[in-house]
């Protein structure tokens, strides 16, 4: 009760105070002043109720202490009790003023913030979050003591519940006597230490009856339970009429006369002793009452001294808070002043930036006004420039035109003369072929007769000639107009230049051509990619201009074209042709071929010809591992896929077809071997067991020359697709040795001797036609290109005079392959 009224007296002193800062806030609100008044005089006037009571009940309390003599064993439980009460009173008392100090001081800085400041966001801003704090605190100390007051309610109900039991106790007690039958049961412990506690202050007629009971052997006189019981039943049968005590003894068996006669004159004491505790009880709390309200008279008189003098302190603290208001109001007042002040301040100073800010207007008029005219002059003057450049341009188309009009004069009269040309070429060709089939005939008719009287290796054993100036003349003339039966490759221009300048190369005659000019015209067959990069998966080289895509030999951003796209087998050969000329690829868009190039590899390993979409074969592999090669880099293919399609091309008899399940063929076997080569995984990927079978497969292919398939005639071609794979192809040996993955130039690997050089010689140069030069495919056929270069090659592998050596993995001479390997040094040496 002592903190309930102290949490009270403090929420009280809170709330009036902030209700007088409130009310000298607001001075004009005479209504709200009053009421607010009211409200802290009722409040000051419970809690002061409130502390009565409090010191009522101590009083009360030293009171009920005054016998502690009776119970001194039980009195330092109750006083240790007592002392930690008034420990927890002090703590709480503690705790409540730092609280309300908190609070008080959040108010305080609260009042300062509104003293001798400018109202600005900031401020406003502040000031909330102050009276948000303050007002946080409040309430959080007003919820705290009310779960306190809650808590002490429960302790009060609880504790007036337990003394209501202690006093029933006492009066059950006190009429224990007048029931006379059964002895009420024990106590607990310590209820009945607190009862032997209350003795102290009994009358002596209670202590005596105590006594006696004590001395007599308790309410039964001695007696055992059940005598007494049958004792107490008979005098109760005979209402007490001492002409029949005979009859009682006959009662209570096994008792002699002299005993209930004995017992009978306890009882009666018993009953004597009880009647006078009755009254002497009566007349003790007939005592005690008229004390305990002398007592509380005293402590009235003395509560309403003290309540005077609370009166007095609270009009002085009245008059202190009226004070407060009063000072509160002049600083207001002070502060509305200088307000105003500032306003007047700001007033002036807003007028003197308003006139800033209109003579900043007229001046930004002013310069607007001369960028006006200066960008209507500059107008003017763009407008007679743009004039003077249409009429220049319109004089420069009119020239343009007229040197058109004259090369296209000079363009006819050069058709003219190529169709005079091709006119007397298929005539001299007509002649040509009349004498050839003379000629052929000539010679049937000799090989007739000289099969008739010799053996079939006589023929063979036939010394011929190899004419290497008709052979010149031949691939010179693939450089310029072909001729008619060959007029239809002219989509793929690109590769029959490949045949015929490496052709060249590979007879020592490059000294007969234009180097520059060709290289001109190769670069401008590059698809180089456009500003936007979105033919990217498109670049490399085209076979030649048959699309009508306009001459470009720059390394600039191309122009974009619906069916403009590389080749693979152009880019490889486009590539070879430079090397061929001893360009330095410096004008290839070496990451866009490689970008197209990767966009051409399918998911199995292989790749298509073109974006579009065309057959895919192991040509293709071989075409894209050189390109790779040639440009020192393999990001433009996927290895692994590659390697793994080369893997499952291979056939049941060891050799390799142009892809899975398909037949054995000495041209994709020589692909997949030289792309493995230039891959550096040939041993890698092949056992030696393997390499074996595939070395006897190459072997088999010859008769006299080559052939491609089993039971299939000789071709030329053959002469260096299986021969160039022997020479690939490493040493067989016992044991597994390193070849570099390009072997070096010999005149003949261990496995390429096996083969009869004589009979292939004679073959190639069978198939040689002695008047136009070149090769073709089978002996008295028409030569071409492809198989005019490659019977040349076939002759350098067996070591043919007067012929450079062929790179068999490459495909180009081994000057060509040096210079490269120059190119790749040099670049390495410009990265580092």
Not at 66 to 83: A, L, M, P, T
Not at 140 to 162: D, P
Not at 619 to 626: E, G, I, K, Q, T
Request: proline share 4%; glycine share 6%.
């Amino acid at each position: 009760m002592a903190a309930l009224a102290t949490a009270a007296s403090a929420d009280a002193n809170l709330e009036g105070g902030d209700n007088l800062r409130f009310c000298g806030h607001n001075g004009n609100k005479n209504e709200k002043e009053k009421a607010s008044h009211s409200r802290t005089t009722q409040f000051f006037r419970n809690a002061e109720n409130l502390r009565r009571q409090v010191e009522k009940l101590e009083k009360e309390k030293v009171l009920s202490n005054q016998s502690r003599k009776v119970f001194q064993d039980d009195h330092g439980s109750i006083e240790d009790y007592d002392n930690k009460l008034k420990t927890d009173h002090k703590t709480e008392v503690i705790k409540l003023q730092q609280q309300l100090r908190k609070v008080r001081n959040g108010v305080n800085r609260f009042q300062r913030q509104l003293m001798d400041v400018k109202p600005t966001p900031e401020l406003i801003e502040r000031l909330k979050d102050f009276m948000t704090e303050a007002e946080n605190s409040i309430t959080s100390f007003k919820e705290e003591q009310h779960q306190r007051y809650e808590e002490l309610l429960k302790k009060e109900n609880t504790c007036w519940q337990e003394v209501c039991a202690l006093e029933k106790k006492i009066g059950v007690w006190a009429l224990a006597g007048a029931a006379g039958t059964k002895v009420p049961p024990l106590a607990h412990p310590a209820k009945v230490c607190l009862a032997r506690g209350l003795d102290g202050d009994l009358p002596p007629e209670v202590t005596e009856l105590e006594r006696f009971l004590m001395l007599t052997g308790g309410r039964q006189g001695g007696w055992d339970q059940c005598d007494h019981e049958s004792f107490l039943k008979a005098r109760a049968k005979l209402s007490g009429k001492p002409a029949h005590k005979m009859e009682a003894l006959l009662q209570v068996p096994g008792r002699r006369k002299d005993e209930v006669l004995q017992h009978e004159e306890w009882y009666q004491r018993l009953l004597y002793l009880e009647e006078k505790k009755r009254q002497a009880i009566h007349r003790w709390k007939v005592q005690r009452q008229k004390k305990r309200e002398a007592e509380l008279k005293q402590q009235e008189e003395k509560e309403d001294a003290a309540r005077q003098e609370e009166a007095e302190l609270a009009e002085a603290q009245q008059r202190r808070a009226e004070e407060e208001r009063r000072e509160a109001a002049a600083q207001l007042e002070l502060w509305k002043a200088e307000r105003r002040l500032q306003e007047a301040e700001e007033e002036e100073r807003r007028v003197r930036e308003e006139v800033l800010q209109r003579r900043r207007a007229k001046e930004e008029r002013r310069r607007q006004q001369e960028v006006k005219l200066a960008l209507e002059a500059h107008t003017r003057a763009r407008k007679q420039q743009e004039e003077r450049y249409l009429l220049e341009k319109e004089y420069e188309e009119q020239r343009e035109k007229e040197q058109r009009q004259r090369s296209a004069a000079i363009g006819i009269r050069i058709f003219q003369e190529r169709d005079l040309y091709r006119l007397e070429t298929k005539l001299q060709e007509k002649q040509t072929k009349d004498e050839e089939e003379i000629l052929r005939q000539k010679r049937l008719a000799k090989l007739k007769e000289k099969m008739a009287e010799e053996e079939n290796s006589l023929a063979e054993c036939e010394e011929i000639d190899f004419l290497k100036d008709r052979h010149i003349r031949f691939f010179q003339r693939c450089l310029q107009v072909l001729p008619e039966r060959y007029s239809s490759l002219e989509t793929s221009r690109l590769t029959i230049v490949f045949f015929a300048l490496s052709g060249l190369d590979v007879l020592d005659a490059m000294d007969v051509i234009d180097k520059p000019s060709l290289i001109e015209w190769i670069y401008s067959l590059q698809v180089l990619p456009t500003e936007d990069q979105s033919n990217l998966g498109r670049c490399g080289f085209r076979g030649s201009s048959h699309l009508g895509v306009p001459y470009n030999p720059s390394k600039g951003p191309g122009s974009p074209h619906p069916y403009d796209s590389g080749h693979i087998a152009m880019t490889y050969t486009g590539l070879a042709c430079l090397i061929i000329l001893g360009d330095n690829l410096s004008r290839v868009n070496k990451e866009a071929c490689l970008a197209g190039l990767k966009a051409l590899q399918l998911e199995d390993g292989s790749f298509y010809a073109v974006p579009e979409g065309s057959e895919n074969d192991m040509r293709f592999v071989y075409c894209a591992s050189c390109i790779c090669y040639m440009l020192n880099d393999w990001s433009g293919m996927d290895i692994k896929k590659a390697i793994d399609y080369v893997r499952r091309s291979m056939s049941y008899d060891n050799g390799i077809g142009q892809g899975a399940g398909l037949e054995s063929h000495g041209g994709s076997t020589f692909c997949a071997i030289a792309s493995l080569c230039l891959m550096g995984k040939l041993e890698e990927m092949f056992s030696e067991k393997e390499l074996n079978r595939i070395r006897r497969w190459c072997i088999m292919r010859q008769q006299n020359g080559f052939h491609g398939r089993p039971n299939k005639p000789v071709d030329t071609c053959y002469s260096f697709w299986v021969g160039a794979t022997l020479e690939v192809l490493p040493a067989p040996s016992p044991k597994p040795q390193y070849h570099p993955p390009i072997p070096p130039p010999t005149l003949y690997s261990d496995v390429f001797q096996y083969t009869n050089f004589e009979k292939n010689r004679n073959y190639i140069l069978s198939t040689q036609d002695r008047l136009v030069g070149g090769f073709a495919k089978w002996p008295d056929s028409h030569p071409d290109a492809l198989h005019a270069y490659f019977g040349i090659c076939g002759l350098s592998l067996i070591g043919e005079s007067s012929l450079r050596r062929v790179h068999p993995a490459l495909n180009v001479s081994e000057r060509a392959f040096e210079y490269l390997q120059q190119l790749h040094r040099s670049w390495r040496e410009t990265c580092t």
